[in-house]
Nanobody, 115 residues
Framework: QVQLVESGGGLVQPGGSLRLSCAASGSIFSINFMGWYRQAPGKQRELVAVITSGGSTNYAGSVKGRFTISRDNAKNTVYLQMNSLKPEDTAVYYC?????????WGQGTLVTVSS
């Protein structure tokens, strides 16, 4: 069974940067959407960014201009470059792949923005 493996989370100071990665452990024939969601303590999971197979992107208003999502189709990998991080970006970040047959989730990686 294909699994999504995330990496890149950690502790960063306000204004700093992090890059998250999410790769599929096996081969996937077709991935329609790749995205990143996050869930802060006491809050619901929310969409951060999504990218289609054609490269079109969409961002939550709170991260637009600071975060950049990208994908490597050959590697079945999605990235999230996060710049100008704020304390309110602190959350567990989850990657999400949507295929014609299934929806896959990563295990989550914690991002903490604090001085």
């Amino acid at each position: 069974q294909v699994q999504l493996v995330e990496s890149g989370g950690g502790l960063v100071q306000p204004g700093g940067s992090l890059r998250l990665s999410c790769a599929a452990s096996g081969s996937i024939f077709s991935i329609n959407f790749m995205g990143w969601y996050r869930q802060a303590p006491g809050k619901q999971r929310e969409l951060v960014a999504v990218i289609t197979s054609g490269g079109s992107t969409n961002y939550a208003g709170s991260v637009k201009g600071r975060f950049t999502i990208s994908r490597d189709n050959a590697k079945n990998t999605v990235y999230l470059q996060m710049n100008s991080l704020k304390p309110e970006d602190t959350a567990v970040y989850y990657c999400n792949f949507v295929t014609p047959r299934a929806e896959l989730w990563g295990q989550g990686t914690l991002v903490t923005v604090s001085s």
